[in-house]
């Protein structure tokens, strides 16, 4: 299975900063990653496919960049509401789509 | 408007058997995979496996194997997943999600989440 690794597992950061999140896939997936937000008690939302498209409605403070096997997230002048966790997934290939362990972004 | 909406929260004991289930709307059921999601208490995302509508073929995650079964309704458009005994380890929130998306693994739509708890 392709195993994929994020950094930092968790921030904290204050309202307006810049946050980067990193993902690593064990092997080139092309573009295929995906970053989804999860709160809590909610189910994850698709918020970035393909590396970098951001999903209809998905906030434009919210980027993603990379292909091959590094990727960052990027939430420019962070809002309240993006407290969440934030996990990355490659979409690249079976026999298991794989996620990161997860970033949970703070507010401080 | 895309909708998958999952049964209800059980508590069940070990050794006993169950099926959720997520029903989908809004879009033709027959076009994408749609599978289930494992989230343990506190921790991350675990996929499981997938089905496709039409045939009910079936994609399942190694590290799932003797564990839970998914299978599909392409009738009532909904998919199940189901266990013949359960273990405390199963207990955990199980999410189901369609598959889209350029490579068609991209997790476009999740259903609410089904809590699962196994106790004796």
């Known amino acids: 299975d392709i195993q994929m690794t994020q950094s930092p597992s968790s921030l904290s950061a204050s309202v307006g900063d810049r946050v980067t999140i990193t993902c690593r896939a064990s092997q080139t997936i092309s573009s295929n990653l995906c970053w989804y937000q999860q709160k809590p008690g909610k189910a994850p939302k698709l918020l970035i496919q393909a590396a970098s498209r951001l999903l209809s409605g998905v906030p434009s403070r919210f980027s993603g960049s990379g292909s091959g096997a590094v990727f960052t997230l990027t939430i420019n002048s962070l809002h309240p509401e993006d407290s969440a966790t934030y996990f990355c997934q490659q979409s690249f290939s079976l026999p298991a789509l794989t996620f990161g362990g997860g970033t949970k972004v703070e507010i401080k | 408007e895309v909708q998958l909406v999952q049964s209800g929260a059980v508590v069940k004991r070990p050794g006993e058997s169950l099926k959720i289930s997520c029903k989908a709307s809004?879009?033709?059921?027959?076009?994408?995979?749609i599978g289930w999601v494992r989230q343990m208490p506190g921790e991350g995302l675990e996929w499981m496996g997938m089905?496709?509508?039409?045939?009910?073929?079936?994609r399942n995650n190694p590290s799932f194997a003797g564990q839970a079964v998914i299978s599909v309704d392409k009738f009532s458009s909904t998919v199940y997943l189901q266990w013949d005994s359960l273990k405390a380890s199963d207990t955990a929130i199980y999410y189901c999600a369609r598959h889209g998306g350029e490579s068609g693994y991209d997790l476009d739509y999740w259903g609410q989440g089904t809590l699962v708890t196994v106790s004796s």
């Open positions: 089905a496709f509508p039409i045939d009910s073929d079936t």
């Open positions: 809004g879009y033709t059921f027959t076009t994408h995979w």
